[in-house]
């Protein structure tokens, strides 16, 4: 464990110091923070490798995330409990040839409508890297193998075509593999998606007929159209200057988002114009924010440490302009003290 703190205290050294030198000197003061009932649900166990790296919300309410750290799949229950689905095999190597992190890690995180949770495994080993399914009552599988020289890292789903979209941070490629598994397909290496040096293409939403894309190191969101035949489109820069950008969610006004800012320790609003507004930071508890998603209007953001090394949470908060009771669908989470 000692080893492993180790490897990951200086992956994450070497990424805060990347993001930072990309930030702003004369950052303007943020603007006043739209969201409300601000608070840490979940507390996560940092020194056993717990740092929520990407968020799937379940229909019941519940949600599972990857520990990355761990290489750990998990639940979180509405009412506080945090069970362990599956432990991921160790590299025989302990996964120091995991592409620029230097340690075996889960990362993106979907459910599809059967119930199987699907994740991202990256180790830097050709036997484990790739697309793994845990379906309910089975061991976890790899059902699709990636490059090992690369880093598998945001994961999204388009139910209506069954394709999964991977997005590789370090080869600058988007992958799709149909939900049965199988050999990936390239679908973009666009230029858009690639690193300078640290982490590229990150998260990915499909939304509006179109793949988007964060890239950490560029600070940008990317839109790709989803063309005839699964085939790729031009990509378009719908935002820039956003350092340190990782995972995001639509929060169904259009295609305003919202955005997870890792090293800056923000989550920050973006419009459909491209500008944005910080509605989270420090102050409200943010340790990496690493993944967001919503349910309703409520927003759900992990929290990894990764360079902070504190305190991995679950924070929660709400979008204004709606009252608890209309929200019937939503299941508040209990802390989990």
Not at 322 to 329: E, K, N, Y
């Amino acid at each position: 464990m000692l080893k492993r703190s180790s490897l990951v205290a200086t992956a994450a050294a070497t990424a805060a110091a990347a993001i930072a030198a990309a930030l702003p000197a004369d950052a303007a003061p943020a603007a006043p923070k739209p969201l409300v009932h601000v608070r840490i649900t979940h507390h996560f166990d940092l020194a056993a490798g717990q740092m929520p790296e990407n968020i799937a919300l379940l229909p019941d309410g519940a949600a599972d995330v990857t520990f990355a750290g761990s290489r750990q799949i998990a639940r979180i229950t509405p009412g506080g409990g945090t069970r362990i689905l599956a432990t991921l095999p160790a590299p025989a190597d302990g996964g120091v040839r995991t592409p620029v992190l230097g340690f075996p890690l889960t990362t993106g995180i979907v459910q599809a409508a059967d119930g199987s949770t699907y994740a991202l495994y990256a180790t830097g080993t050709a036997d484990l890297t790739g697309l793994w399914r845990l379906a309910p009552g089975k061991a976890p599988e790899r059902i699709a193998a990636l490059p090992p020289n690369g880093l598998p890292n945001g994961l999204a789903l388009d139910p209506h075509s069954e394709q999964l979209y991977i997005t590789d941070s370090v080869l600058g490629t988007v992958w799709t593999v149909p939900l049965s598994g199988g050999r990936p397909t390239a679908w973009s290496a666009a230029p858009e998606l690639a690193s300078t040096g640290f982490l590229g293409a990150n998260g990915a939403k499909v939304h509006d007929g179109a793949l988007w894309v964060t890239n950490l190191d560029k600070g940008t969101l990317v839109r790709i159209p989803i063309r005839h035949g699964n085939r790729a489109g031009a990509p378009q820069v719908r935002a820039s200057g956003l350092a340190g950008i990782d995972d995001f969610a639509f929060t169904g006004r259009g295609n305003e988002v919202l955005a997870t800012l890792n090293a800056p320790n923000k989550v920050v609003l973006i419009r459909p114009d491209g500008t944005s507004t910080t509605v989270l930071d420090t102050d409200d508890g943010l340790q990496n924010p690493t993944s967001v998603a919503l349910r309703g209007k409520e927003v759900y953001v992990l929290n990894a440490a990764y360079t902070t090394a504190e305190d991995p949470n679950l924070l929660l908060a709400r979008l204004p302009g709606q009252h608890r009771q209309d929200l019937s669908a939503d299941r508040e989470f209990t802390p989990d003290e």
